[in-house]
């Protein structure tokens, strides 16, 4: 039976008369101490820039659970100078009625204080359009500074109007080693973590911590405590949280991994090149090994969407469907029944015509890109909504696949510098549909450059692209 019983010394802030999650009490108390998201926080970045000159801008914080969007936000207006006044409030339990009160507050403030408001919205991608609508024009004329926080892609949950006048902060999941980090400090910290209970943390429990927590600091931290209660009256080198309580403590049975997860990688690493080498044995085999040693099934799932791409691609189209139609079928019924699926998935994969022409050739594109930079769109292929741009060239000698026989006409969509080198990225096999996707390229590559070929099928179209 676990004792959920927490000993007066293990949280400090029980002594302060206000014990609050250690997730909450270890929130980064400056800049300085906050971990992760290195690429917003450099010396010259964007971010940090607008909080040295004063200069805050309105934003949109997207990034994954417990990545720091939260703590980001209310730490930006705490460093600023002059500080704005911050206030925070959940799209999930607000509406109209709590947006207009807060823009009052924010009027009041800026009249009588001189003082800018930030204000927080967690969630934001929960508010609907007429909610959003309501935060258009206090953003538009500087009544607050909005910073939302979102889990969920901008682009497709937040209004266009308020898209354009913030500025979208992307933040990535934590790494192990920043996930490692903020659990160590946690142990040590004395005021506001497990430090005055002289914890100790063993390896084998630290790395399934961080496995567990999937990127997400907030849930490392939850599962490190509920770990922590399980030695809270435990004496001397008792108190000691092993891989065992960490597995008690979240329900999760840890993968056969050393300290460095290296049994993880190599499950995983045998169940690609099972389905690679086209053994659907072997392929059954390491999927009922991982499953059985406790493994995310969305996570095997995940990699056989990507094997479907990266080792079959269009030798076998159907086999992307296959495994994400898998993916669903998980989700949908869920463990025991839905390891079926998972199996038919990894079963069909490994039978699969392979190839890696995609996987190569896209690599390859974005090798080209990194060493070419941004070359221009040749003039044929663009789009020209203006006048100005028809006067420019814009779409000038396009050609009109449709009007061509076989809906083929011969044309450069490259850059004119990659032509010139005669660069070719997607180069199929002869092996499944790619079989016949190359023989249907060669056939095309040997028409004529500018001979039509048949009767025009029908008009352009004014805006076609």
């Given amino acids: 039976m676990i004792n959920y019983q927490l000993s007066m010394d293990l949280f ?22 906050y971990v ?130 913030t500025r979208v902060i992307v933040l990535h999941q934590l790494t192990e080693d920043e996930l490692a980090l903020i659990i160590k400090r946690a142990l040590e910290d004395e005021t506001d973590g497990l430090g005055r209970s002289k914890l100790k943390l063993s390896a084998e429990a630290l790395a399934h911590l961080v496995y567990a927590s999937d990127g997400d600091a907030r849930m490392a931290l939850n599962n490190l405590e509920a770990a922590a209660t399980l030695v809270a009256d435990s004496k001397g080198a008792d108190r000691l949280i092993t891989l065992n309580h960490v597995e008690e403590a979240i329900q999760r049975k840890a993968l056969q991994y050393d300290k460095t997860g290296e049994e993880h990688y190599n499950l995983i690493s045998a169940l690609h090149k099972s389905m690679r080498g086209s053994d659907p044995d072997a392929a059954l085999y390491w999927l009922a090994r991982m499953l059985a040693a406790g493994e995310d099934p969305l996570y095997i799932a995940r990699r056989m969407v990507r094997f479907a791409s990266e080792d079959v691609g269009n030798a076998d189209p159907q086999a992307l469907l296959v495994a994400l139609a ?27 015509e392979k190839s890696n022409a995609l996987y190569l050739g896209y690599n390859l594109a974005r090798k080209t890109i990194r060493e070419t ?27 009109y696949a449709h009007e061509y026989e076989d809906a083929y006409v011969s044309q450069s969509y490259l850059p004119e510098k990659l032509v010139q080198k005669g660069l070719r990225f997607y180069q199929p096999t002869n092996r499944g549909l790619e079989g016949t996707i190359a023989a249907r390229l060669e056939k095309w590559r040997n028409l004529g450059d500018d001979k039509k070929r048949g009767e025009v099928r029908r008009p352009p179209l004014p805006q076609e692209e």
């Fill in 326 to 352: 898998a993916m669903e079928a998980f989700r949908f019924i869920g463990a025991p029944e839905g390891e079926l699926a998972l199996a038919q998935a990894a079963v069909y994969l490994a039978c699969a």
């Fill in 373 to 399: 930079g941004s070359l221009p769109v040749p003039l044929p292929i663009r789009n020209a909504p203006t006048p100005l741009m028809d006067a420019l060239g814009y779409g000038r000698n396009y050609k």
């Fill in 36 to 165: 992760g998201q290195k690429h917003l926080l450099g010396e010259e970045s964007l971010l940090i820039k607008a909080i040295r000159s004063g200069q805050l801008f309105s934003m949109i914080f997207w990034g994954p659970p417990g990545s720091g969007k939260t703590t980001l936000a209310r730490l930006v207006a705490a460093e600023t100078r002059p500080a704005p006044r911050f206030l925070g409030f959940s799209a999930v339990m607000s509406g109209v009625k709590e947006i207009k009160a807060v823009i009052e507050q924010a009027r009041d403030s800026r009249r009588f204080h001189q003082l800018n408001t930030l204000v927080f919205i967690d969630e934001i991608h929960r508010f609907n359009k007429a909610q959003q609508d309501a935060l258009l024009p206090h953003v538009e004329n500087g009544d607050i500074i909005l910073v939302g926080a979102t889990t969920e892609n901008p682009s497709f949950e937040v209004i266009a109007p308020l898209l354009s006048r």
């Fill in 12 to 33: 400090d802030s029980i002594e302060k008369g206000r014990h609050h999650p250690l997730a909450d009490r270890m929130r980064p108390k400056s800049l300085a101490e």
